[in-house]
Each structure stands twice: as C-alpha cells, then as structure tokens.
C-alpha cells in the first residue's frame, strides 16, 4: 500500500482565498483524522470520520473551516476564506479503528499570506 | 489542559548513550502510544501499550506504562545519529474518545 496520500504537498494562498486539501486513507482503515501542526500550539486534532461520518468536530477552528469525506477513499479539508493565521502543516491520519495505530500522510504545508 | 505531557521537552546525547523520555497523563487511559516525526515529515507510530499491560519492546525500544502513577516511558538504547526526531506520546481514553498528543519531546543525537 502506497501509505495515506495528501496533496498538495505545499500550498502558498493568499489571504481571503480558498484552499482545499486532499487526502487518501490506506485502503481498509475506517477512521480518518485531520490534524494541524504549528511551532506554538503542537499538533491539534481537527476533526475525524468513522465509516465516513464526523464523529468529532470540536477541533475545527472556526467556521471557516470544514471538513468532507464523500466516500471511504477521499477527505477534503477546506478553508474559506484563509487568513495569514491558517498557516500550519496540516497532516491526515487514518486506522483500522479509532483507537488504534494511526498512520499520517506526509503532510500539506500551507502558507497564506 | 493537555492529557499527555512529554518530559524533558528537549534531549542532547552522543550516539551510543541511551534515551529516556517520560509522558504524564491525567485521566485513565484505554492506550498509550508512541510516535516519532522526523523534521518536514509525518508522524510515524512506534509502539502502542495496552492499559492492562507493563513493558513492551520493539528492537531498540522498550516502553513501560505504570497506570499507577499515570506515567509512561521510552527508553531508545544505543542511540544512533538516525534517532534525532521528536518524540510524542499519545492517550487514547474512553472519556475522550479519542487520540491525544502531547507536545514532544526533541531528541538530537550527536555523532
């Protein structure tokens, strides 16, 4: 298996924009998590799906930000519009169960100026 | 406030010397993990402990778990250049429901 995939792997916006990120779970994991790493509050759990569903939300910022997964193989993050303050790494994660190994994508460094 | 805190939050050894982080948490756990992230990479996970269980090992690495005093560690023996990443634990409790990471715990390795 090639591994949770995420794309774009950088992503340099201007304020106001939207930005959508994308990420493919390892095929067979029924939970996926959206993470966000930044130098001053760590690595934030975003939200996370099980079998497709939000199960948890309380991580998302604001209401700028909002999170899809249509179908067991794709997630969208998106953001909009973005603000200078959205810059961070955000990573996906997936697992077999949500208590589990969770196994993260390389990660999209998003950068809005 | 956070559920599981790394200590220390920085680390500086020579290769060949051995590693000892330490995480604390707050509240019981159904499962402690370990994961390390090299610098511009992903999270990679290293050892799940079960919350009925004491020591695991994974080659270099041996972690333990004392639910008495709400602690953990990772010990990486033999240190080698290749080690230099940060360190997270995460808890996985049923009141939560879900993964919680520390803060971590920078591990540099000097040759």
């Known amino acids: 298996d090639a591994g949770v995939i995420q794309s774009p792997r950088h992503e340099v916006t201007e304020m106001g924009q939207e930005v959508t990120l994308r990420c493919k779970p390892i095929?067979?994991?029924?939970?996926l998590f959206w993470y966000r790493q930044t130098m001053m509050r760590g690595l934030e759990l975003l939200i996370y799906?099980?079998?497709?569903?939000?199960?948890?939300d309380s991580g998302m910022p604001e209401d700028r930000f909002s999170a899809k997964m249509p179908n067991a193989s794709f997630s969208t993050l998106k953001i909009q519009p973005s603000e200078p303050r959205d810059s961070a790494v955000y990573f996906c994660?997936?697992?077999?169960?949500?208590?589990?190994?969770?196994?993260f994508g390389p990660g999209t460094r998003l950068l809005v100026l | 406030s956070q559920q599981g805190e790394e200590d220390p939050q920085a680390l500086s050894i020579q290769e060949g010397e051995n590693a000892t982080m330490n995480c604390s948490y707050k509240?019981?756990?159904?499962?402690l993990q370990w994961y390390r992230q090299n610098s511009g990479r992903g999270l990679v996970h290293l050892i799940l402990?079960?919350?009925?269980?004491r020591e695991k090992h994974s080659g270099r690495l041996r972690v333990t778990l004392d639910t008495s005093k709400k602690s953990s560690s990772l010990l990486i023996t033999a240190s080698r250049a290749a080690d230099t990443a940060s360190y997270f634990c995460?808890?996985?409790?049923?009141?939560?429901?879900?993964?919680?990471f520390g803060a971590g715990t920078r591990l540099a390795v000097h040759p």
């Open positions: 994660a997936s697992s077999l169960a949500q208590e589990g190994t969770q196994y």
């Open positions: 095929s067979g994991h029924n939970s």
């Open positions: 799906f099980n079998n497709n569903v939000p199960i948890d």
């Open positions: 509240t019981s756990i159904n499962n």
């Open positions: 402990i079960r919350s009925n269980e």
């Open positions: 995460a808890t996985f409790s049923g009141g939560y429901n879900k993964l919680i």
